[in-house]
């Protein structure tokens, strides 16, 4: 079955993404075909129930086709436009508390055999879907996130990109290819926040 045949993505992540690509309707078309969306709207067309729960691997190959159709760079366009669709608890007031809270959003939108992977109330994180490791740089208005998880490394540098700029719009991401890339057989991603 693979190690991520039992966890489901929220539907209200896969909504963002649709959003995210809406003006390119064959993308569109594609991802609810590869997601196999099956609810209609009000005028019978497919649609993401934002309520419901979606298996991650077809979510997975949703963002190899946005690879193979849009490029690393429509990747990244797709990620960093999901942080001005997310919502964000009144506690997060700037751009290091943002950039801490991606791995606990990441395990709130992802269930494992049915159950959170993360419990706001309980403070319990399960593992089996990666992490974003945050770890700011003490005396710099700078940060580096390492990223070992399932998701393609240009949608994660746009993701962090989008966090980052919501908060400190003059913000800048940068891959330290040192550390190694997942889009090159690596187990993690290492992005430097600079602002």
Same mark, same amino acid.
């Given at each position: 079955m693979g190690p991520l045949s039992n966890i489901t993505v929220s539907g209200a992540s896969v909504v963002s993404i649709v959003q995210a690509v809406k003006g390119f309707s064959v993308l569109v078309s594609t991802l %609810? $075909?590869?997601m196999k969306v099956q609810t209609r709207d009000a005028t019978g067309a497919l649609a993401v129930d934002p309520n419901a729960w979606y298996?991650?691997?077809?979510?997975?190959?949703?963002?190899?086709k946005i690879d193979t159709l849009l490029g690393g760079r429509g990747l990244e366009k797709v990620g960093s436009l999901i942080p001005s669709h997310a919502v964000?608890?009144?506690?997060?007031?700037?751009v290091r508390g943002a950039l801490a809270s991606i791995d606990v959003a990441f395990h709130m939108n992802h269930k494992l055999d049915g159950a959170p992977m993360f419990d706001p109330s309980t403070?319990?994180? %399960? $593992?089996?879907?990666?992490?974003y490791g945050y770890q700011a740089v003490p005396g710099k208005n700078e940060a580096r996130l390492v990223c070992g998880n399932p998701y393609p490394c240009r949608f994660d540098l746009g993701l962090i990109r989008g966090m980052a700029q919501?908060?400190?719009?003059?913000?800048?991401?940068?891959?330290?290819?040192?550390?190694?890339?997942?889009a090159k057989g690596g187990e993690s991603c290492t992005y430097v926040v600079s602002w």
């Open positions: %609810l $075909e590869v298996p991650v691997r077809d979510y997975l190959i949703a963002y190899k964000f608890p009144p506690n997060i007031k700037d403070g319990t994180m %399960l $593992e089996g879907i990666g992490h919501r908060f400190e719009p003059g913000a800048t991401v940068t891959h330290d290819a040192n550390e190694g890339c997942r």
